[in-house]
């Protein structure tokens, strides 16, 4: 089964929100089957070369299956629906698209994901084709975006070639004559017979414990040739970076030992080292062609751990591993200081981070995604509004570089337990209805974004303040760069709250100059005191952006919540 079609009504919203939904690629035949893919892809638009771009960047991640169906109507998201759909996300002030995985895959029912890879140089027939997706990147890139892939190196489908085929079968993945004793979920937990299944050639490893799963072998240098092929593939074709899947799995090497080795490292370090030679313009020649040089790329770590220490090593030295790691303790950590109303349930962690991560790293923060971590806020918060923007706000202006996933923007419901909840088809309804709402989620989280890329500060440093309200009532810091400094103030009860916030001096901000208001009201407070800056009157769960410091002040975007 397929995900459900769009609702004729979001259909022509779709229309008017994304100038069309486009047939760019070629139509299913008559017996309703998608056409084999005929087209080629040759190495494509390179943006110029813009070293740590990804520092500045507001991440959209598009669950592609279920954005917007722009070729063959069948209610299903593909490449020429999300193409139809860049006047929209360029409104919402994105500047760069990750996708979830594109290429061919084994299971393509309701719940169609891709991370069960069947061809790595193939699109998947229900997204379009290789003329599709180099329109798409073309156009994105025509815009002054980035793209990013979805890059599954751990394991295959069993149903893919190198499995089904005993050339490559038995020595690109891992065997046993029969299940070894010891073994589990790489993560804990489980038993020997959760990941080695019976197959062609004895048991097989999968990681996952699925049997429709089969991990490579990276022992192998024939497997790391190929998959350093495949990324050096995608990337010669304009894509501007990957988002790298089980990264900790990588290499397994016995009994409680299928997470986070050393050889791991060694594996994901050439990853990098590929990717830096796009910085260099030092490229040795490509199958396919010779790529553009000084074109920057990046790539994100899906190293999922409960525990921030856990992500520290996947940054390497700072400089030879992932640009950056997403923050799986980000969503919960920002659900704890609204609910908990506990301001350090945030502040915490980001001051861990800063404290004990390699020089040169940077977090890729989210409040929820496609897995089954967290609720989407529009359901974590129960529908409330102010609570929703309050998330996103964590999000969108926290040290890292804020990911934010398709729909939450305008506060989609989804309830995490069964993942094909999170996965559900984008309400372009709630998005033409919030886009003339000026105090809607969607409003909202456009004024964040412009609030972040207008001032260096919110990209910039970051330092937790004091307030005299207490951690459990409000949430108080600074965001620095040069000169400039901006003061993020949150209101964490139900009523209205005054307080002041301390420590300013010792973060460069001078004593008796003005506060303007990027985001919020100036209800008193109008400017700072010796070391200290009175919020007044800030609205339940409201958050304000005051601008304590620099030359740079470019207007108030919006007032309070209301």
Not at 69 to 87: A, H, M, N
Not at 199 to 218: K, P, Q
Not at 389 to 404: C, D, F, K, Q, V
Request: aromatic fraction near 10%; charged fraction near 15%.
């Amino acid at each position: 089964m397929r995900l459900r079609t769009l609702l004729t009504a979001a259909t022509l919203l779709a229309l008017l929100l994304g100038g069309g939904l486009g047939c760019h690629g070629p139509s299913a035949d008559a017996s309703g089957r998608y056409p084999v893919d005929t087209t080629t892809i040759a190495p494509g638009q390179q943006l110029e070369n813009a070293p740590g771009w990804y520092r500045d960047a507001v991440v959209y991640h598009i669950w592609v299956k279920a954005f917007a169906d722009g070729v063959y109507q069948d209610g299903i998201g593909d490449l020429p629906g999300i193409q139809s759909k860049l006047d929209y996300l360029q409104s919402l002030g994105v500047n760069a698209l990750w996708l979830s995985p594109i290429f061919e895959c084994g299971y393509k029912g309701d719940n169609m994901h891709g991370y069960d890879t069947t061809d790595y140089y193939a699109v998947n027939d229900r997204f379009g084709t290789r003329a599709d997706l180099k329109s798409l990147i073309d156009a994105v890139h025509a815009r002054g975006m980035r793209i990013l892939f979805d890059f599954v190196p751990n394991h295959t489908s069993t149903l893919h070639p190198w499995f089904t085929n005993s050339a490559t079968r038995d020595t690109w993945y891992l065997w046993q004559p029969a299940p070894p004793a010891g073994w589990g979920y790489p993560w804990g937990g489980g038993t020997s017979t959760d990941v080695w299944k019976p197959g062609a050639s004895g048991c097989f490893y999968t990681a996952f414990g699925v049997t429709s799963l089969a991990d490579l072998n990276w022992y192998n240098p024939a497997v790391q040739t190929e998959l350093r092929k495949v990324e050096v593939y995608w990337l010669d074709r304009g894509f501007d970076g990957m988002r790298v899947d089980a990264v900790r799995y990588l290499c397994e090497s016995g009994p409680g030992q299928g997470a986070d080795q050393p050889d791991t490292h060694v594996q994901l370090q050439a990853f990098r080292s590929l990717m830096d030679e796009y910085d260099t313009g030092d490229l040795h020649p490509h199958p396919g062609g010779d790529p553009a040089k000084h074109s920057s790329k990046a790539m994100i770590a899906e190293a999922w751990t409960n525990d921030a220490s856990g992500v520290a090593p996947y940054y390497g030295n700072g400089a030879n591993e992932f640009h950056m790691c997403l923050d799986f303790s980000a969503p919960w950590a920002i659900y704890n200081t609204i609910s908990k109303g506990d301001a350090t349930q945030v502040t915490s962690l980001w001051d861990y981070e800063q404290r004990t991560y390699p020089a040169g790293y940077q977090t890729a923060t989210f409040d929820s995604n496609h897995d089954n971590l967290i609720s989407r806020p529009g359901t974590q918060y129960g529908g409330d509004r102010a609570e929703v923007i309050l998330a996103e706000a964590l999000n969108l202006l926290s040290p890292g570089t804020p990911i934010l996933y398709y729909g939450n923007e305008v506060g989609m419901a989804g309830q995490s337990g069964s993942d094909i909840n999170l996965r559900q088809p984008m309400d372009w309804s709630q998005a033409a209805l919030q886009a003339t709402q000026p105090d809607s989620i969607l409003s909202w989280c456009r004024y964040l974004i412009q609030a972040r890329k207008a001032y260096p500060s919110l990209r910039g440093g970051y330092a937790t303040l004091a307030t005299d309200a207490g951690t459990g009532k409000a949430l108080a810091y600074l965001r620095s760069a040069g000169t400039e400094r901006v003061l993020v103030v949150a209101n964490l009860t139900t009523a209205p709250l005054t307080f002041t916030v301390t420590g300013l001096a010792a973060q460069g901000v001078p004593a008796g100059g003005p506060v303007q208001a990027v985001l919020g009201d100036l209800q008193g407070g109008s400017t700072v005191s010796g070391d200290t800056c009175t919020i007044a009157s800030l609205p339940p769960h409201g958050l304000r952006v005051l601008y304590l410091a620099g030359s740079g002040f470019q207007g108030t975007i919006h007032g309070d919540l209301h």
